[in-house]
């Protein structure tokens, strides 16, 4: 079992940035591949970006690439995205997620923990 905590969530004005962590607990979060999922209000759940076990291999979502960065401390056990030039658009409570596999994915029913999410609001 694996359980994931994320922080860093708040409110912020556009063109700001906020960063997200998600600290694992639990078995080794080393070779568990992560990921970012959101959810804004009245919508449905949708992928923010992923990252391989190792770091070497990263996916973003068309909406936040060149704006968005995932990465990972495994030392720490903490995955992390950081957020620059935030739009109104992204606010949603974004999820962080881990699945047991080397191999990263964009699919929610791929992933086998799931943190409780944090609210990031984002004021025009």
């Known amino acids: 079992q694996v359980q994931l905590a994320e922080s860093g969530g708040g409110l912020v004005q556009a063109g700001g940035s906020l960063r997200l962590s998600c600290r694992a607990s639990?078995?080794?979060?080393?070779?568990?591949?992560m990921g970012w999922f959101r959810q804004a209000p009245g919508k449905e759940r949708e992928f923010v970006a992923t990252l391989s076990w190792s770091g070497g291999r990263v996916y973003l979502a068309d909406s936040v690439k060149g704006r968005f960065t995932i990465s990972r401390d495994n030392f720490k056990n903490t995955g992390y995205l950081q957020m620059n030039s935030l739009k109104p658009e992204d606010t949603a409570i974004y999820y962080c997620?881990?699945?047991?596999?080397?191999?990263?994915?964009?699919?929610?029913?791929?992933?086998?923990?799931w943190g409780q999410g944090t609210q990031v609001t984002v004021s025009s």
């Open positions: 639990g078995r080794t979060f080393t070779s568990y591949t």
């Open positions: 997620a881990a699945r047991a596999s080397t191999s990263y994915s964009t699919r929610m029913d791929e992933y086998d923990y």
